[in-house]
């Protein structure tokens, strides 16, 4: 973008450079969290124990195994997608 705005000198060109630098900025800073929320704080002496519901558990299965089926066979997403 920036070798893009020298060239032409258009506006739009600058904005869109800042506005990547800020984008990048703000990504940087929400995904460094967590390697310092690993690395950095203090552990809790003790970790709570989430137990799900079975309903919460078939229902989060029932969500996810498409997912991973048509991601894994995607052959099978195209071919239902050109039959629509």
């Known amino acids: 973008m920036w070798e893009a705005y020298q060239q032409s000198s258009q ?3 600058l904005i869109l450079f ?5 984008n990048t ?3 940087l800073a929400f995904y460094l969290k ?4 690993l690395f950095f704080r203090k552990t809790a002496e003790e970790t709570p ?3 799900l519901s ?4 078939v229902l989060s299965l029932v969500l996810t195994l498409p997912i991973i ?3 894994l066979k995607t052959d ?3 071919n239902w997608i050109s039959g629509l």
């Open 11 to 13: 506006n739009l060109f």
């Open 18 to 22: 800042v506005f990547g630098l800020l």
């Open 25 to 27: 900025a703000v990504s």
């Open 34 to 37: 967590i390697p310092f929320a």
């Open 49 to 51: 124990v989430v137990t």
């Open 54 to 57: 079975w309903g919460v558990t």
């Open 69 to 71: 089926l048509l991601f």
């Open 76 to 78: 099978w997403l195209i």
